[in-house]
């Protein structure tokens, strides 16, 4: 007798219901991925609306891209504030988890909260706030608020990445070092981290991608000559839909696709 | 002989100099896009040439704060900006933006007089039109009631989110002459008897915000008609897309040139204006854009059918009236606020 | 032996009186290893009070303070202090104004003054800046003659609403801001009422934003729920590959996805033709710049927040409970909902407040593919920083949508043992 892949007891309705469960799914993740797959095709259309049927190829528009002075500019922007904020953001947060982790000390709940406080208030809240108090220092429209501020919303992801690694992390290693008589410094730097490190990383690539594709408090912070990739797309989206936006599009999607990929890789590590 | 001290003084006086001879900067603001594309042709190009400096083009969309919290922190970045007419006002009212040195600009009396402002000189005449897709309407809508007329030209409408503009448009539409509409908004009935006229066609409008979005909607048939910038239009029309303008009851403005105050480089900003205010450079920034010079003076060095598409050519204003900016200035925030609401409705 | 020699950190142990000493010294070490982690966790909290915790205060505070009147037109405030708000205000407070305009020292005080007065009464700043053009006034020595020169000036001086916004902001701190927020508004009296019907925006706003927020939750929930359940039983292999699926669009940028919504959307995009090649429609649908088109976006960039909570939960259920029932003899469906859906309650509650609490913030998504009547409160906060320059305002806007946020959080910590995260 042939095996069924329903189990003995199922009705007809449990095995409607089965069926219906994964077409649900099916459909789900779908929509979950459809517009990532129709806009990569886009940016090789070579006619200048964005609509299909595609009547011919073309790689004009990643020529457009490569030969726009402004999206030259954004993307350098992008890659000079997202790293310095998340080398900020991943080494400020690294040392806080190790502090939060194993210890209970006054005023730890407290603290805890705080420092995870940028990911709970609301993002339009908090690029108000920084642009009128930096603009009261002279600091609007700079380099420095925004990696400042793009470092304080990416640090809650590396104290909460390393804090979950951190449960695992076996103590008497540490204990073991002290006792052969390492320094808790020099401890924690051959020790601690090498084995944390999975967990620093994607704490570090969670704040990566945050500054990365952050657009709403850089609105208000850059000004024009410090506009990131993301503020050229929202100018773009606004203005006009050209399939330049397009292929920056589907340039983005390769790269934070790579990310994704080094971070379940990680993932994997740490579990 | 010793070396060593020639080639130190030979250093000294080469870092000194060479700031001298490098090139300084000029970071020009304004609204980008067509508009943009224009200015960079018609005035940052010849200044580039005229090796007085290299024009760095900055693009933004209005926000006045970025002004306000360079000048209050006294790190002003932006050299010349590109403004409309309220923020002209409101602006030189609260001190943010230098007071204009005239003789070096020009003579007054060559520049129409809306352009001459103690803190800013008149860029360009434009205006807010209706336009419409020729390929899907083939009789052209004449006057405001038309835009109004959803039966007659059935389809979606396409307006400035906002209460400005609108207000005046439904008040013209609901029968008040151009010349009266200000008069008649400034009474409370007029506000009421405009949100209504609205309430009538708000089921078919489309809002846009950016300049470059009426032209899309109308190419994409999302709308049949439209309020735009006729400059954008006209930008539309040059890709080779058919659309055309209804000129009557157009509302028309100025932007202006305006210099945050504090700012480092305030000569070259000077010098900046006054070319981009002379009668050839004028007429070249209309030849690749329909906003019209307001250096009465570049008129003459243009031909007729570049005259024809301007706001100021007589034909096309006939019927239009000025933007009442005091007006705007005083009751700008209430009305928006009101439209707010209304739009929630 | 000499025990010193293999224990660095501590002191050598004593008989007697050992208990006592090793108590001590096991407390220092305890309290120096209680500081020490303190003063980890010390530089990245210095860091975000000054980048973030300051100027949070900073917006709190500028919502209530109202230094524009109090600071140049002292006297005038000092003048109307008694006075009643229902006859004509006192020949005191006209002297004292024109005193008051003509001590401000640059147009640009008087600019920022006509700008407040404005925002409480329209016509205000035309006023104030032709007064303070005009000064000084001749014939205007007693209060008499001040009055009968302004009124001369400009006959508005002679209407009370405009010294009513005079005498309402002569305090250095107002509710006002707050209470427009609220859709409230005090009288000439200082009574507090609603404001008339065709100025209350905000509430309408707030409750908007709320509703937009609920609908995109539930549509998180029944959509996430049936998905986090069915990779939570899959095995390690599948899942992961699922996983990788599902986090794809979680990692796009959420500029990528919309512009993707804005092509998918609009009237000849691919849904619209879709629905007409097969039929079902003829004409082609609104779905972009209306609330359908934010509420589809939303959902697509929030459902990734609902199903990761989810499934870390449900991963952690044990499936012998829902066996057991089965074999019990419930059917497999009641046991599924009798058995297994309580359990996942606190993964719902966690998932569904984090989207909830993600939403009310939003502000590209309604601002890019929304119509006017869809914008969130968010996006008029921006609004009255960038446009209005009415900062005063847009701090009241924030403290109102923080407020909100973080009474909800509190909701939160209480159903989720632990902090936000995505499992």
Request: charged fraction near 15%; aromatic fraction near 10%.
């Amino acid at each position: 007798m042939k095996r069924s892949v329903f189990p003995v007891y199922y009705t007809w309705f449990d095995k409607l219901g089965w069926v219906g469960l994964r077409a649900l799914c099916g459909a789900v993740l779908f929509f979950l991925l459809l517009p990532i797959l129709v806009i990569i095709p886009l940016s090789f259309s070579d006619s200048s609306f964005l609509t299909y049927p595609i009547t011919g190829w073309s790689l004009r528009w990643y020529q457009e891209l490569f030969a726009s002075p402004d999206w030259a500019r954004a993307t350098r922007n992008s890659f000079i504030v997202a790293p310095l904020a998340t080398i900020i953001a991943t080494a400020l947060g690294t040392l806080a988890a190790v502090g939060l982790a194993r210890v209970q000390f006054f005023g730890k709940g407290l603290i805890t909260s705080l420092l995870i406080a940028p990911m709970v208030v609301p993002i339009v809240v908090v690029g108000v706030s920084t642009y009128l108090f930096f603009a009261r220092i002279g600091l609007s429209d700079s380099y420095t608020a925004l990696i400042l501020v793009h470092a304080a919303l990416g640090a809650p992801f590396v104290v909460t990445t390393v804090l979950a690694t951190l449960q695992g992390f076996n103590q008497n290693l540490v204990r073991a070092s002290l006792g052969l008589g390492v320094g808790p410094i020099q401890t924690f730097f051959r020790i601690t981290l090498p084995v944390i490190a999975p967990g620093v990383i994607s704490g570090g690539l969670f704040a990566f991608a945050t500054s990365f594709d952050e657009v709403v408090v850089t609105l208000f912070l850059a000004g024009p000559l410090q506009g990131t990739l993301p503020r050229q797309m929202f100018t773009g989206i606004r203005e006009n839909i050209s399939p330049t936006i397009a292929a920056v599009a589907t340039l983005l999607i390769l790269f934070t696709a790579s990310l994704m990929v080094v971070l379940e890789w990680l993932r994997g590590r740490v579990k | 002989m010793k070396i060593k001290p020639v080639i130190l003084a030979l250093a000294a006086t080469a870092t000194i100099a060479l700031p001298a001879l490098a090139q300084s900067e000029l970071t020009v603001v304004n609204f980008g896009g067509a508009n943009g594309a224009a200015q960079k042709k018609a005035y940052f190009e010849p200044f580039e040439k005229s090796g007085a400096a290299k024009v760095i083009a900055v693009e933004y969309n209005g926000e006045q704060a970025k002004i306000k919290a360079m000048v209050e922190a006294k790190k002003v970045v932006w050299d010349v900006v590109e403004v409309e007419s309220p923020d002209l006002n409101r602006g030189c009212d609260e001190g943010l933006f230098e007071k204009l040195d005239w003789a070096k600009i020009g003579n007054k009396s060559d520049f129409q007089p809306a352009a001459v402002h103690e803190c800013g000189v008149g860029v360009f005449v434009w205006s807010t039109v209706m336009a419409y897709n020729a390929d899907k309407i083939k009789n052209a809508p004449t006057s405001w009631a038309d835009f109004w007329n959803t039966s007659k030209y059935p389809g979606k409408r396409g307006m400035r989110k906002g209460a400005r503009y609108n207000l005046e448009f439904a008040l013209m539409a609901d029968g008040v002459k151009a010349a009266d509409v200000y008069k008649v908004l400034a009474t409370k009935d007029g506000a009421d008897r405009a949100f209504k006229k609205l309430t009538e066609l708000k089921p078919n409008i489309q809002f846009w915000e950016a300049g470059a979005q009426p032209p899309q909607f109308l190419v994409a048939g999302d709308v049949v008609m439209s309020t735009a910038f006729n400059g954008r239009i006209d930008a539309a029309q040059r890709e080779g897309k058919n659309l055309q303008i209804t000129w009557t009851g157009g509302i028309y403005d100025l932007d202006y040139w305006v210099m945050p105050a504090g700012g480092p480089n305030k000569d070259l900003a000077t010098k900046f204006i006054a070319m981009a205010s002379s009668p050839n450079e004028q007429a070249e920034y209309a030849r690749n854009i329909s906003y019209g010079p307001t250096n009465n003076k570049a008129l003459t060095k243009l031909d007729a059918s570049v005259l024809a598409k301007l706001p100021t050519s007589p034909s096309n204003s006939k019927d239009a009236l000025r933007f009442n900016i005091t007006f705007w200035a005083d009751q700008g925030e209430a009305l928006e606020k009101r439209f707010a609401a209304w739009a929630a409705q | 032996m000499n025990a010193s020699a293999t224990l660095p950190h501590t002191q050598p142990v004593r008989t007697g009186l050992a208990r006592t000493t090793l108590l001590a010294q096991l407390r220092r070490v305890e309290r120096r290893k209680r500081l020490r982690a303190m003063a980890l966790t010390l530089p990245l909290l210095l860091f975000l009070a000054v980048t973030f915790l300051v100027p949070l205060g900073a917006l709190l505070m500028r919502a209530v303070e109202n230094p524009e009147v109090a600071g140049t037109l002292v006297r005038t405030g000092a003048a109307l202090q008694h006075w009643d708000r229902t006859s004509a205000p006192p020949d005191a407070a006209y002297a004292a104004i024109v005193q008051d305009l003509g001590a401000i020292p640059e147009t640009a005080q008087a600019g920022v003054l006509a700008r407040r007065l404005n925002t409480e009464i329209g016509g205000a700043r035309s006023l104030i800046m032709s007064t303070y053009r005009a000064l000084p006034l001749a014939n205007s020595a007693t209060p008499e003659q001040a009055r009968v020169a302004l009124l001369a000036l400009d006959p508005r001086w002679g209407e009370l609403p405009f010294w009513w916004a005079i005498a309402k902001n002569s305090s250095r701190w107002t509710p006002d801001y707050l209470l427009t927020a609220l859709d409230l508004k005090r009288d000439a009296q200082g009574h507090i009422g609603r404001v008339g019907a065709d100025e209350a925006a905000f509430s309408e706003i707030l409750v908007r934003t709320f509703y937009i927020s609920s609908v995109v939750t539930l549509v998180c929930i029944a959509l996430g729920y049936p998905l986090a359940y069915w990779l939570s039983t899959l095995n390690a292999r599948r899942a992961n590959l699922m996983m990788i699926l599902l986090l794809l669009p979680f990692w796009t940028s959420v500029l990528v996805r919309i512009a993707a919504w804005i092509v998918l959307l609009q009237s000849s995009g691919l849904v619209n033709r879709f629905l007409m090649f097969l039929g079902v429609i003829n004409e082609p649908l609104a779905l972009l710049f209306n609330r359908l088109g934010v509420i589809i976006a939303m959902v697509h960039i929030l459902l990734p927040f609902m199903v990761l909570p989810l499934y870390s939960v449900m991963k952690s259920i044990p499936n012998n409970y829902v066996k057991a029932a089965i074999s019990l003899g419930s059917p497999p469906f009641t046991a599924f909902l009798r058995v297994y859906v309580p359990q996942t309650f606190p993964g719902v509650a966690a998932g569904g407040l984090l989207v909830f609490i993600t939403a009310i913030g939003y502000y590209v998504t309604p601002a890019l593919l929304g119509g006017p009547g869809d914008q969130m409160l968010s996006y008029y906060v921006a609004q009255y920083t960038n446009v209005e320059v009415n900062w005063g305002m847009a701090c009241a806007l924030g403290s109102v949508l923080l407020t909100a946020t973080l009474v909800l959080y509190v909701f939160y910590r209480r159903f989720a043992k632990s902090e936000l995260s995505l499992g």
